[in-house]
T-cell receptor, first 110, second 114 residues
């Protein structure tokens, strides 16, 4: 089945700087790549997604890029704010299953 | 809509006891998913339903785990007998689509088995 890996596991950034989280996937047939944000004590919430026919998508301060050849995709957060501190999960849909990465803890230092 | 509702939010039980976790999906969503979250393994899909029918239960760890969806507005995940290694946060999520659309997660049920 699909295997999704995320790097780095923990990321600390100064407020106002950018944060980048990278994920790799194994199934070349995967065609949908969402990103979820999980705040403490809550369930994950979708923040942005991208489909395989698009290379980049942007929504205000967040963007996602997809490289199908290399089978990796990245989340970019610009002008980070304290409320961006959370765990971020990438996922890939392939073989009729949505597989999640293990998550990245992002800490924004005021 | 109130979103996906799970209960209980916290459960502490002793090894060997039966545990039942409950979920009310968002009205109109045809898909319901049960996930387990641990530090070691992250978010694992246990089972999902489409129109109340179990479609893929290959993630259910063993026969001690069972899930039902008797109607479109209610699902249960049961562990009998429970073991300490079952300690985790269990999430229910619902969606319009099987996996290529937004999953709406509940706030989770934190289970501790002593």
């Amino acid at each position: 089945g699909e295997n999704v890996e995320q790097h780095p596991s923990t990321l600390s950034v100064q407020e106002g700087d950018s944060a980048v989280i990278k994920c790799t996937y194994s199934d070349s047939a995967s065609n949908y790549f969402p990103w979820y944000k999980q705040e403490l004590g809550k369930g994950p919430q979708l923040i942005i997604d991208i489909r395989s026919n698009v290379g980049e998508k942007k929504d205000q301060r967040i963007a996602v890029t997809l490289n199908k050849t290399a089978k990796h995709f990245s989340l970019h957060i610009t002008e980070t704010q304290p409320e961006d501190s959370a765990v971020y999960f990438c996922a890939a849909f392939g073989n009729n299953r949505l597989a999640f990465g293990k998550g990245n803890q992002v800490v924004v230092i005021p | 809509d109130a979103g996906v509702i799970q209960s209980p939010r916290h459960e502490v039980t002793e090894m060997g006891q039966e545990v039942t976790l409950r979920c009310k999906p968002i009205s109109g969503h045809d898909y319901l998913f049960w996930y387990r979250q641990t530090m070691m393994r992250g978010l694992e899909l246990l089972i999902y339903f489409n129109n109340n029918v179990p479609i893929d239960d290959s993630g259910m760890p063993e026969d001690r785990f069972s899930a039902k969806m008797p109607n479109a507005s209610f699902s249960t995940l049961k562990i009998q007998p429970s073991e300490p290694r079952d300690s985790a946060v269990y999430f229910c999520a619902s969606s319009f689509r099987s996996g290529t659309g937004e999953l709406f997660f509940g706030e989770g049920s934190r289970l501790t088995v002593l």
